[in-house]
């Protein structure tokens, strides 16, 4: 007689079911990225360049648009005056 038990066929299914979809989640492309150290630091770094440079692009954009809101406001005097300020300082040639 031999120390391991002996599973009944409803559960020699169910581990059968569970490695396969053990082998279907290690070739995910998700585990496969993190598999590697490199692969996965190259990854976070690409990833933070586009969240940096889409940040930047688009609060120029979002600031540039406020500011030029801002200076057609002509009938509050100091909100326009302040904001052709902003807006001329902007479009300054050098």
Do not use: C, Y
Request: hydrophobic share 50%; charged share 20%.
């Amino acid at each position: 007689m031999t120390d391991q038990p002996e599973f009944e066929p409803k559960q020699t299914e169910a581990m059968q079911r569970l490695a396969t979809e053990l082998e279907k989640l290690n070739e995910h492309r998700f585990v496969k990225v993190n598999n590697s150290l490199w692969r996965l630091l190259s990854f976070q770094f690409a990833r933070g360049l586009a969240f940096g440079l889409g940040t930047a692009i688009g609060a120029s954009l979002l600031v540039s648009v406020i500011a030029w809101w801002l200076s057609q406001i002509e009938f509050v005097p100091i909100l326009g005056e302040w904001a052709t300020e902003i807006l001329n300082s902007m479009n300054m040639p050098e």
